[in-house]
């Protein structure tokens, strides 16, 4: 055999030096869900190649056929023992689970990347891992998933929430998200469950606001509320992020008790399972009204007497 025909070495998945593009690494998804099928079809669209995927559900067997065709689907353990980068893409509950378990079956090996996408844990879930010689990583993408070809377009906009056990770590960790076509933002191990708290609080309860409203515009006969909440809520969205609380519009940042009335006393009548959350979030807002300058106190305390005032429940 000459020089010329010796293979190639395998690629390393250690950082290079910077501003060098990291090696092409064979990439393996567990699993194929939402936010595992788009990270290994942007990976593979960054170069890398995506080897194996793990799936199970009928939709996430059609989810690996559209965005990682080609690509087998092999048992966890199988897709981990091929993989440079081992992409654990799982619900949050699950994923220490899932970690010891590969970690028994002998599925790591050392050099590899565990990454995982989970934005409530950062890398000690990866322990198991480690001891094997891996090095850990947390991946969190900031974005909400619908599985489709639609999401890559999307990463493009997103942070990902970046956590690692060393400086090379950083490294490496920072050019995938790079890679991705994303901005990563490091987060400190012990911050973890504060960040995500924060975007679940943000996220999760935003959709369940703008639903509960839509639902009490179809109450009041309101047809298509999804298009009078659009414009309404996109503004609302938009200012408060360019403008914080100066953005803080609505009866209670004027002080209009009277008016916050009148709503509790309907909606305790109407629709009484939403009836506490409007007061909670009318709370939080006449606090952050004050505190911004946009609520006098002696308003403020005429508001809060409405919020407080559980007699509007029988009235």
Do not use: K
Not at 65 to 87: C, F, I, S, T
Not at 124 to 130: E, R
Not at 242 to 253: E, F, K, M, N, Y
């Amino acid at each position: 055999m000459t020089a010329d025909d010796a293979p190639a070495p395998p690629a390393s998945p250690l950082p290079e030096p910077a501003g060098a593009r990291p090696a092409r690494l064979a990439v393996g998804v567990v699993s194929a869900g939402r936010v595992g099928a788009v990270l290994g079809a942007a990976l593979a669209a960054a170069g890398h190649v995506v080897v194996a995927t793990s799936g199970v559900s009928d939709r996430s067997v059609r989810r690996a056929e559209e965005l990682l065709p080609g690509v087998p689907l092999l048992a966890p353990d199988e897709v981990v023992r091929r993989a440079d980068l081992v992409l654990l893409a799982v619900p949050d509950d699950a994923l220490p689970g899932l970690v010891r378990g590969l970690a028994v079956s002998g599925a790591f090996r050392a050099g590899q990347i565990a990454a995982h996408t989970s934005g409530a844990h950062g890398v000690s879930v990866l322990a198991p891992a480690v001891e094997a010689g891996v090095l850990p990583l947390a991946l969190h993408p900031v974005m909400t998933f619908t599985g489709r070809q639609e999401d890559l377009a999307r990463l493009a906009a997103c942070s990902f929430g970046v956590t690692a056990a060393d400086e090379p770590g950083w490294s490496v960790g920072e050019a995938l998200v790079v890679e991705m076509g994303a901005e990563p933002v490091r987060v400190p191990e012990h911050a973890r469950p504060l960040y995500h708290a924060a975007l679940a609080h943000g996220a999760n309860h935003l959709a369940v606001l703008v639903r509960d409203a839509a639902d009490v515009l179809h109450q009041a006969g309101i047809g298509s509320p999804e298009r009078v909440l659009g414009p309404l809520l996109s503004a609302a969205l938009d200012n408060a992020l360019r403008h914080g609380d100066r953005a803080l519009t609505g009866p209670v940042a004027r002080g209009d008790a009277e008016t916050v009335r009148a709503h509790l006393r309907v909606l305790d009548h109407e629709m009484p399972e939403l009836a506490d959350a409007y007061r909670a979030m009318a709370r939080r807002t006449a606090a952050r009204a004050v505190d911004a300058g946009l609520l006098a106190a002696d308003a403020a305390e005429a508001v809060r007497a409405v919020l407080y005032d559980n007699s509007e429940a029988d009235r």
